[in-house]
């Protein structure tokens, strides 16, 4: 009698605990499901340029984790919430996102990156932002992996920021880091044109000539593949016609007004002349270029 009725209660306690597992993989699975509906929701909000609503999204979702260890579909998500708050102006619910990428999964250059862009954005403090660029660039040369678009974007940044400095050490560390840079993507033409207008405003037109004909030649070469789309296409030609203005910049700089003047003009003919920048460009061209003729120059 004794044996039946422990067996009974066995049995008892056996089918309570396999209820409970029940209910708790049921109530994963819908908490899952949920997760996957609005990492979803967020990710066609970031695809239609809703980037506060993608980023609200993505935050339900985080929350549907509570504190349980982070597996890959939430670092997954963590990226994207990242990528959302980025993209809304929010830098500084960004960079708490990177941080805590950098916490939870690895010392990855990307996270590096966003968080350095974040730092700048944020008028954070220059050194910081200093520290975590080069940290991306040593794990970068180490993997020999190159410039990856989250390392220029860094790049383009912190180098906009150190331009801005009324010091010339911090200027000097801003085309530093562009020629490392174009050591590693010699075919990156706005990276030649970034360098060309910060060594035309160091005063070195010469080595500007240099990076702006490389860059050109890049850009040129590309514009004369096939297969091209017109959107890439019409991108490139902007770039083409950005770059053709800077070298016409550098000749007037080196106080080559004529040449100047000739660039600008066939600029004008090629690409219209219904720029307000490049009609007076030409316009203070022409007064110099006519006082030249009246010194007898």
């Not at 020999?144 to 989250?150: C, I, R, T, V």
């Not at 800077?246 to 700089?253: D, F, I, L, Q, W």
Request: proline share 1%.
């Amino acid at each position: 009698m004794k044996r039946a009725q422990g067996n009974m209660r066995a049995l008892v306690l056996g089918a309570l605990l396999w209820s409970a597992l029940t209910i708790l993989l049921a109530g994963c699975g819908e908490r899952l499901e949920t997760v996957r509906d609005y990492r979803r929701a967020g990710i066609e909000a970031m695809q239609e340029g809703n980037y506060r609503e993608a980023a609200e999204s993505f935050r339900h979702a985080m929350d549907y984790y509570g504190t349980a260890k982070q597996d890959k579909t939430e670092t997954d998500i963590l990226r994207y919430l990242g990528e959302a708050e980025f993209r809304s102006g929010r830098y500084e619910e960004a960079a708490a996102c990177y941080k805590q990428l950098l916490k939870s999964d690895s010392r990855r250059a990307e996270y590096l990156d966003m968080l350095a862009v974040c730092t700048v954005k944020m008028g954070g403090a220059e050194t910081d932002a200093i520290a975590l660029y080069q940290e991306a660039s040593d794990i970068l040369r180490k993997k020999q992996a190159g410039l990856s678009d989250f390392h220029l974007d860094a790049l383009y940044s912190l180098g906009e920021s150190l331009l801005q400095s009324s010091d010339s050490n911090e200027r000097s560390l801003a085309l530093r880091y562009y020629r490392e840079a174009a050591e590693v993507d010699a075919d990156n033409p706005e990276l030649m044109a970034r360098i060309g207008k910060l060594l035309v405003a160091s005063g070195d037109t010469d080595s500007a000539a240099e990076y702006f004909s490389r860059g050109r030649s890049v850009l040129e070469q590309r514009l004369s593949e096939k297969g091209l789309s017109e959107e890439e296409r019409s991108r490139l030609d902007a770039q083409r016609r950005e770059l053709l203005m800077n070298e016409a910049v550098r000749r007037e700089y080196a106080g080559e007004y004529r040449e100047a003047l000739e660039q600008m003009e066939a600029i004008a003919a090629e690409y219209g002349s219904d720029d307000p920048a490049l009609t007076h460009e030409i316009a203070f061209l022409k007064s110099r270029v006519e006082i030249l003729q009246s010194e007898g120059e």
